[in-house]
């Protein structure tokens, strides 16, 4: 099993270097606490020394004393700043990855289950730094130090010491694969459930106007207990395992106890300052072997975390890849789409084999039923989302050997909800272009309709929205898009179009804008009007994925039947 979590700590050879010099000092503390401890007991009971003799000595255990758990203190500390290092890294990588993601991340039902990648199993990789690690170095000095010092007084409970030492790591290592699956399976059931909390949470309003609430009470409730039993395996394995270790490591100082004892007692053959020493050393060796065994219980939970971060890592990236050619011409291009495909990775939909041309300077209508693919598609020709077959061409070129500005500099996407960002309204309206003064940036905020509405705000172009556009309604913050659209003058413009009724000055306003807009630029939208569909010189019917039919609305009127069902539904409505 390869661990990343090792790979990780290898920058780290200082802090490596810091914990073998403070294990090797903390072996020799133990050494001397035992010999000190002997030493004034042996002086005060067997000798019967003077009081001030021994002062030196216990002024030393004191100081002895004090210097382990200090040394254990600044190893913790070392672990947790690598740890801090590692983690920061871990959750630049997965930021970047779902930002870059957004499309995909964003998506219902993901969000929630993500977010709890990210915060928890991130920080449940502490444990391996700033406990295992530190833990590891001690065990490969200490017990090595006291198995010295006491093979030099009595070489018997060295080999005694040897003998039982290797059940120790044995017996945790058998734990240890037991325990594994069942963290991993405890790290699963709290992904499941926080995502299923925070998508619940979130789509609260939803649910209560369902009536659904109940329900997901219901699920909610089902996945915190699921999340309960796991943890609690867990520790049932846990508990037992450290019974066990209690359990050899007892027996095993009982065994060189009775040794020590019969020498001393029965044989008389050891002195009372020897037995002493070695009865306070067999207890420390133990117990750092045991501690590696804890240590490794909690590492144990790390890796899992490590390995789902990893996996969410490594997953294939759903992410365009771009080119480094420019687009020369000022003129729209010719955009053609060559069998394209394209598949959510969780979804059933897929769209299949779409095929059309787009003419330079023409009015674009995708029409079909909801859920049909429509702004799927629109973010594939945008250049958001990767056709997983197939391509799309700019002017003959692939557009993935166009560079990302050069393509993005041509075109404007208004989407159904498009990103407002944390800032004041012009500045928002000024996001991807140049230069602009102010009454640049107002005229094109007149020209997209939303001047009424700055002017109706106490603080007019300097009021601050929020992420996302708070407090902007859907028909605001497209049209914030279209004011941008206007500054950037894009040659590419895709429309989402609505599909709420909107009043009729809207209506009114978004028709002008988008007719001044197609003046210099080829139209794409996503149509539910009646009047932009109309209107438009190519329209492509798709459904369920699949371009249905394509022509111009006198050519599909006579041809398709779905056109004629699609258009006469509703007529002047909003029919899609
Ligand atoms: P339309 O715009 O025609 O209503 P969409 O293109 O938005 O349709 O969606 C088509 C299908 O793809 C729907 O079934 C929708 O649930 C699914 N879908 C849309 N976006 C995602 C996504 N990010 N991840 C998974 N499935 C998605
Ligand atoms: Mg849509």
């Known amino acids: 099993m390869k661990n990343e979590l090792k790979e990780y700590a290898s920058g780290f050879k200082l802090t490596h270097l810091f914990m073998i010099l403070g294990a090797l000092l903390i072996g020799a503390s133990i050494i001397a606490q035992a010999f ?30 004090m210097l382990r758990p200090f040394l254990s203190y600044l190893m913790g500390r070392a672990g947790v700043t690598m740890a801090a290092s590692v983690k920061q890294r871990l959750r630049q990588a997965l930021f970047d990855k779902f930002s870059r993601e957004a499309l995909l991340t964003s998506h219902q039902g993901q969000s929630g289950q993500k977010v709890s990648v990210i915060l928890d199993a991130v920080d449940e990789i502490d444990a391996y730094y700033s406990k295992y690690i530190p833990q590891v170095f001690k065990t490969a000095v200490i017990p090595i130090f006291i198995l010295m010092a006491v093979s030099t007084q009595h070489i018997e409970t060295g080999l005694i010491m040897m003998v039982t030492a290797p059940f120790i790591p044995l017996f945790y290592i058998i734990i240890g694969i037991r325990t594994q699956k069942k963290s991993e399976e405890k790290i699963e059931q709290m992904t499941v459930f926080s995502g299923r909390f925070l998508d619940t949470i979130q789509g609260l309003t939803t649910l209560n106007l369902f009536q659904k609430s109940k329900k997901y009470r219901a699920i909610i409730e089902e996945s915190s207990l699921n999340y309960r039993d796991a943890t609690i395996e867990v520790l049932k394995v846990a508990f037992v395992s450290s019974l066990m270790l209690e359990l050899i490591s007892m027996l095993s100082i009982g065994i060189i106890a009775l040794e020590i004892g019969l020498r001393l007692i029965v044989f008389n053959s050891m002195s009372f300052a020897t037995a002493f020493f070695l009865l306070i050393l067999a207890p420390e060796f133990y117990l750092s072997l045991k501690e590696l065994g804890s240590a490794f219980h909690t590492g144990r939970g790390s890796m899992s975390a490590m390995r789902k971060i990893s996996e969410e890592l490594r997953r294939e990236n759903e992410e365009v890849r771009w080119g480094d050619c420019l687009i020369r011409s000022e003129e729209p291009p010719k955009i053609t789409l060559k069998n394209v495909s394209y598949q959510y990775s969780d979804s059933q939909f897929a769209l299949s084999s779409v095929n059309f041309k787009i003419e330079p300077y023409s009015k674009t209508a995708i029409i079909g039923r909801s859920g049909s693919g429509k702004s799927t598609l629109l973010n594939i020709i945008a250049g958001l989302l990767p056709p997983q077959q197939g391509e799309i061409t700019i002017n003959d070129d692939p557009l993935t050997s166009i560079k990302e500005e050069s393509w993005f500099s041509q075109i404007s996407y208004i989407s159904q909800s498009p990103y407002l960002f944390t ?120 459904d369920q994925g699949k371009v249905m039919t394509e022509g111009t609305d006198n050519s599909l009127y006579e041809s398709s039947e779905l056109y004629r069902q699609m258009v006469s539904a509703q007529a002047e409505e909003v029919i899609l």
Request: charge should be negative.
């Open 36 to 65: 000190l401890t002997v030493e004034i007991v042996n002086k005060v009971f067997v000798n019967k020394t003077s009081f001030e003799e021994i002062v030196p000595f216990l002024i030393s255990l004191l100081l002895v004393l």
């Open 423 to 542: 800032g004041t309204i012009a500045e928002n309206i000024c996001i991807g272009s140049k230069n602009v003064s102010q009454a640049e940036m107002e005229e094109a905020a007149e020209k997209a309709g939303i001047s009424a509405f700055v002017a109706s705000l106490e603080e007019g172009y300097e009021t601050i929205i929020g992420e996302s556009g708070r407090g902007l309604s859907g028909g605001e913050k497209q049209r914030m898009a279209l004011a941008r659209a206007f500054l950037k003058k894009p040659t590419v413009i895709l429309f989402d179009e609505p599909t709420t009724g909107l009043d009729l000055y809207t209506e009114k306003v978004l028709q002008t804008a988008l007719n001044s807009l197609s003046e210099n630029a080829t139209m794409i939208i996503v149509a539910h009007r009646l009047h932009t569909i109309r209107k438009a010189d190519h329209i492509i019917v798709v």
